[in-house]
């Protein structure tokens, strides 16, 4: 099956949170069809409370309003350790985005949609990574 789709990580879902030009980006990426795991929404609650400051009850919400809009939340399963593993190891990554990208690797998304890694970046042929504020800076800044 041909990989379809974005996938997003945790910290375009802190930024669509936020204020400022990030939280523009983040908002517009998010309003195309996408997916994310579960601990992308996991690690959102965890600085939701400690960066963002955001109280019990609007961090409720706010996973209410994710999951709504995401055409999918991936579980994370015993079989993507392994996987994560391997592409930690691969593409000297930290396990923790690599458990994210075997996620996306799983759903069969052909963009990962991140802050955090090297944009440009190929997983196995099929997953790209995209910094979308990477992009919006180099339209900006020739």
């Not at 795991?37 to 690690?43: F, H, K, W």
């Not at 709504?68 to 990554?93: F, H, Q």
Request: proline residues 4%; negative net charge; charged residues 25%.
């Amino acid at each position: 099956m041909p990989a379809i789709g974005n996938f997003l990580d945790t910290n375009i879902l802190i930024y669509a949170f936020a204020d400022g030009d990030k939280a523009d980006i983040a908002r517009e990426v998010m309003r195309e069809p996408f997916i994310l795991s579960l601990q992308a929404l996991n690690e959102f609650v965890n600085v939701g409370r400690r960066k963002l400051h955001l109280p019990w009850e609007r961090l409720r919400s706010a996973i209410a309003d994710i999951e709504l809009v995401a055409g999918k939340v991936v579980p994370i399963r015993s079989d993507m350790t392994a996987s994560a593993l391997a592409l930690a190891e691969r593409y000297t990554l930290s396990f923790y985005d690599a458990l994210m990208l075997a996620a996306a690797l799983d759903a069969k998304c052909s963009r990962f949609y991140s802050e955090d890694l090297h944009h440009g970046l190929m997983i196995d042929g099929t997953l790209e990574v995209i910094n979308p504020f990477r992009i919006a800076d180099s339209s900006i800044n020739p």
